[in-house]
């Protein structure tokens, strides 16, 4: 092969890669089913367990199945250090469900959110099994949605009386606060007032530049300041 041919093929070998890399992969794989009754819904959680890929999200007959990848994961993980710290540094308790299924029968509704919190009265469940027919309903739920869901997650959480409600597309983190029955956007997080979404976004981009850990260290230095 002469030199000019092998240039021309490194070059569009380059050119190719440098395609599929700026390819944004997808962040969730969703199947939606209509018409499913709440009793199938039970039945495939028993029969899928809950050590599975996929999450299950029930709206009145609307069953989503929704298999998180990797740009899904990531930023939700980012998003419960974020959390954890803000409560650690705050010498406050916190009892974290994950993604445990929340369910309510009367409700007809289910969801496995990707982060699930009791932090203002984390001491009314504190070491045993949640029962949301009994007990209150976690303080702050977690959901990162960058593709798009046909359940509207908003009015499902507002009725199952999650107090605050944080959505992450990705890009940008919206914070809800029940209202009367219904969620209201809001600038600042009612569990933590003194934090600005700037503060949320500046962690993000330092894990993505100088390392998660050390983004971590960051943010408990910078939590530690605002507290003292």
Not at 31 to 38: A, H, M
Not at 57 to 64: F, I, P, S
Not at 152 to 176: M, Q, S, T
Request: negative net charge; contains cysteine.
């Amino acid at each position: 092969m002469s030199n000019t041919s092998s240039s021309h093929h490194a070059a569009s070998t380059s050119e190719a890669y440098n395609a599929l890399a700026e390819v944004r992969l997808p962040a969730e794989k969703r199947l939606t089913l209509y018409d499913v009754s709440w009793d199938t819904y039970e039945k495939l959680l028993e029969a899928f367990g809950e050590h599975r890929a996929a999450r299950l999200t029930y709206d009145q007959g609307v069953l989503e199945f929704m298999v998180p990848l990797e740009e899904h994961e990531n930023p939700s993980d980012l998003i419960g250090v974020f959390i954890r710290t803000l409560v650690e540094q705050s010498d406050w308790n916190i009892k974290s469900l994950a993604s445990t299924t929340l369910k309510r029968s009367d409700l007809k509704k289910g969801a496995e959110p990707d982060r699930c919190y009791y932090i203002q009265n984390e001491s009314l469940v504190r070491g045993r099994i949640v029962n949301l027919n009994q007990d209150p309903p976690p303080d702050l739920v977690v959901e990162v949605d960058i593709t798009h869901t046909d359940i509207d997650k908003n009015k499902l959480y507002a009725r199952l009386g999650i107090p605050e409600f944080w959505r992450y597309d990705g890009e940008v983190l919206r914070i809800y606060q029940l209202q009367s029955g219904e969620y209201q956007e809001v600038a600042t997080s009612p569990t933590f007032p003194w934090v600005h979404k700037e503060v949320f976004y500046q962690f993000l981009q330092q894990c993505q530049t100088q390392g998660e850990a050390q983004a971590n260290r960051q943010l408990r230095h910078w939590v530690q300041a605002q507290l003292a």
